[in-house]
């Protein structure tokens, strides 16, 4: 009875892990050789203006590239890396939490968006544009109400100490293993929340959303999965959708705009907490920075296309 579930479950975490170690793998070995050459501190002092902008170390700069180039877990294993020497707060790490959450996967998801339409230049002006905003708003949202102040408790915290490569590579190895134990329980989450009806709940709330947001009912649906499961399984759908002739050309524009700053919102989520971030920036002010961005971005397509439509009715 439930050797079916089990395999199923199996199967899945170890496509998903794969996959990661694909990426993963070479990511921690270009960054480790960068790091022996001294590219870290290269790199950190070139994207420093930014991590000031944020306030945050500029050490973090390389976690921001790395989340960028790759994926949220490798940006997590540089990030525990690289705060082993820091003592950041619960404000800084959900900045830079956000800066993870919508800046991640740049060349793979925007190579996505373009399958569905969607060009790169909006791709990464709402990833990394959105995401230095979104981050520089919390960032003087939270100084100016001395708001989460406090230290933060990082999940993967280690003692600072000199290291021989096997050494080094003992570490990576066990965060290794690590991620795959938390993949297994998130993918185990994700079935039961759907089992319990969740993601039906969600979409039922969220649907006066979308009407102001101008999305019709149909992309909403895949929107959905988008913002449950990511940005790739919504956009894999809205291809079938596309091809039928179901969504316009708006609607999937509008849809993959508001994926791009807020996808996988409970997995993605649930990994930045394990990093000691707070819900209310990386969830709550992420969806109402997506909402207020893609009613803006609507707003400006409706007023074009009733620009546009001015001459035709004219002529009639």
């Known amino acids: 009875m439930f050797i079916k579930p089990i395999k199923s ?41 930014f991590m000031e902008l944020v ?24 990030f525990v890396d ?37 060009s790169w230049r909006l791709t990464i002006g709402l990833k990394i544009g959105g995401g230095l905003l979104l981050a520089a708003l919390v960032n003087w949202l939270y100084t100016a109400l001395d708001y989460q102040q406090q230290a933060a ?32 329980a998130l993918i185990i ?16 709330l969220l649907s006066p959303i979308f009407k102001l947001l101008d999305i ?28 039928k002739g179901h969504i316009s050309k708006k609607d999937v524009l509008l849809s993959i705009s508001f994926l791009s700053l807020a996808h996988s919102l409970i997995e993605d989520t649930l990994l930045i907490l394990l990093l000691g971030a707070d819900v209310v920036a990386i969830l709550w002010l992420r969806i109402i920075f997506a909402i207020v961005i893609v009613a803006l971005l609507a707003k400006y397509i409706a007023i074009k296309e009733s620009i546009l439509l001015k001459p035709m009715s004219k002529s009639q």
């Open 82 to 118: 690289v705060t082993a020497q820091l003592e950041l707060s619960v404000a800084q790490v959900s900045v830079i939490g956000i800066l993870i959450l919508i800046s991640h996967s740049v060349p793979i998801e925007g190579a996505v968006a373009k399958m569905v339409g969607v």
């Open 189 to 204: 989450l994700l079935r039961i929340l759907k089992k319990i009806g969740v993601e039906s709940l969600l979409q039922k």
């Open 216 to 243: 019709t009912k149909d992309a909403s649906n895949i929107t959905i999965t988008g913002i449950t499961l990511g940005l790739s399984y919504g956009a894999g759908l809205l291809i079938s959708e596309i091809k």
């Open 153 to 184: 408790v990082l999940l993967w915290q280690h003692e600072v100490k000199e290291q021989t490569l096997m050494q080094w590579g003992l570490d990576q190895l066990q965060m290794l293993i690590s991620i795959f134990f938390i993949i297994s």
């Open 9 to 49: 479950v199996f199967q899945e975490v170890s496509q998903v892990y794969l996959t990661l170690l694909k990426v993963m793998v070479p990511a921690i070995i270009v960054v480790k050789i960068l790091d022996l050459l001294g590219g870290t501190q290269w790199l950190a002092a070139i994207l420093a203006p």
């Open 55 to 78: 306030g945050l170390p500029e050490q973090l700069g390389l976690v921001w590239a790395t989340a960028i180039l790759t994926n949220i877990f490798t940006a997590m294993v540089v």
